[in-house]
């Protein structure tokens, strides 16, 4: 047997169990052997049945010392039951419609068992429990995810078999002098032991070592598309006195901002493109640096284009930039899908031309009909929310631009390695003079109507506000979170703020529709906009001071941040206020953290450490290749480690040649998330 056979060239896998295994993810036996446990259950730590806790798990040692007959409940439902005694009490064992376990419980035999203890003081029970026999000396089982109709049972015996048949062909595949700098056991060993440990020592020298082989696999692949990246530019520049920049703002540039701008300056005078991440903030003042980069690329004669994922953004870097840049001399323009066919070809014609220094836009800037006289930077704002192929071919405009890319996302330095991982990291951590933090409060849904009663003083006072309707997780397409933000601004509208004008945006709106809404709230127009996380991202409206988020405990913190940063951008003080109708002990940890840290780093850290990597941003959009066994939160000291270990494997051979087999599963790793599908 191989381990690229079919699963069904283990014993009892037939189509129907192939299927299911299919459901997985598991199609070989390969794949089955990387088919990790998700935790264990470890038989040997037994309590007796007398000191068993009603309500909790336990493991029981005891023997069979009665077999009630089975009992037909109802049509389609058998109960069968078995007594265990340990010699300090018996404990009701009930099995439901599994005739196959009853029969296999042999009379006075001893057993272990694993379940909850249910029932009372007199009498305790447990439910369909794990069962194995006494004699048993491998007492660390694992537990798989499943689907129905695969049993754990199952899938064991296959394992069982897996692993049996292909351990001979398990190959090591990290050097010796790297398994014993990091105290690594092999790979055989972890592959065997992460599935049946020989103790839960073994288990986790397993973990550790199958997790350092996925990190180490997936910044080698990092490293690689980082060399690749490493051609000439087709725009060298020559360095320019920023001062005549600085001087030109209406503010002075922050320190953090003044080292971002330095670091962008000296990589865009390279002979290779720049690969930079500007992270910030929100309200850090990115849109700053990036006009600074815009400022030295026009000074050598070459454009540059800025694409933002929504038109709301889009226009409002154009109106940034333009005041930025045109006292300059450096003419600015904007590209997006909504314009007239007369306005886009009119930019085109420009950016053709080379009349037009600087252009904002959405994804109308890579569309086939936009080309550039001579583009040598491309900005990309909130990268994760554009696809790979966007990316791609937004960097085909140009021959080899220098690429910057802005981030408002805190991401915690352990997930920044991962998914920005062949860019280099300018982080602006200081606020601009004068921001004032946004006081937060968390409050349940019966304050309600105080909550709105403050949103209603704001408004009294000449402030403007918003409201944030409730996330709905069934409704992939977001018509049920559009008819909710309806429903509400409605409700509002005619009830609790009546004689306030109330303004409603979503994602399903035109962006026509949009930027109407935006300009007339942006103008004072519109008092409250009742909205959907549409405002998320780069909304800038500084006469704004108080945000109401609904249903909080649905949001990540980070989002949480992301939309408390609509308000206090302005010089009034602002007031985020977070409602939820389900006040849970988890749910008022997470939204004490939001009240008491305003740092979106910080706030990222701790989002991490409660959503894992995984689910950091709630979608694949970011490109993070799934992690089967490492944890990026808790496992930041061997993410370091296999960092180190792959800066040394990619310095003695670059392309990996000398590592035939990790550079094959680097390579499969490119090719499955795509050249640039990681960053």
Known sequence: MKMTDKITALSGVAAKRAALYNKLGIETVGDLINHFPKSYTDYSETVKIADAVVNEQAVIKGFVTKKIPAARIRQGLVLYKVIIDDGSDTLTVVLYNNRFAYEALEPDKEYRLFGRITGGFTRKEMNTPQIISADETNLIRPKYALTEGLSAQMVITNMTEALRSVSEQIEEFIPDDIRQKYELCTEEYACRNIHFPESAHAAELSRRRLGFDELLVMQCAMGLMRDRSREVTGCPMKPADINIFERSLPFELTGAQKKACSEIFSDMCKDVPMNRLVQGDVGSGKTAVAAAACWLAAQNGCQSALMAPTEILARQHFATLKGFLEPLGIKVGCLTGSMTPKQKNEIKA?????????????????????????????????????????????????EKPHKLVMSATPIPR????????????????????????????????????????FVKKELDAGRQGYIVCPMIDESEDGIGEVQAAKAYAEKIASGELKGYTVGLLHGKMLPAEKDAVMADFKEGKIQLLVSTTVIEVGVDVPNATVIMIESSDRFGLSQLHQLRGRVGRGKYKSTCILLTDNATEETRARLKIMSTLHDGFAIAEEDLKMRGGGDFFGSRQSGLPPLKIADLYSDRQLLGESSQAAKQLLSASPDLSEYPILKEKVLALINENGSEGMN
Do not use: C, W
């Open 350 to 398: 420009q950016l053709q031309s080379g009349e037009l220094s600087v252009v904002t836009g959405t994804h109308a800037l890579i569309s086939e009909s936009t080309e550039f006289n001579r583009l040598g930077l491309v900005i990309t704002d909130e990268q994760h929310r554009f696809g790979v192929n966007q990316r791609k071919l937004f960097a085909m405009k140009g």
């Open 414 to 453: 352990t997930l920044s390695l991962i998914i920005y991982g062949d860019l280099d990291i300018s982080i602006i951590n200081e606020l601009p003079k004068g921001r004032q933090p946004v006081e937060t409060y968390a409050v349940t849904g019966k304050l309600r109507s105080r909550a709105l009663g």
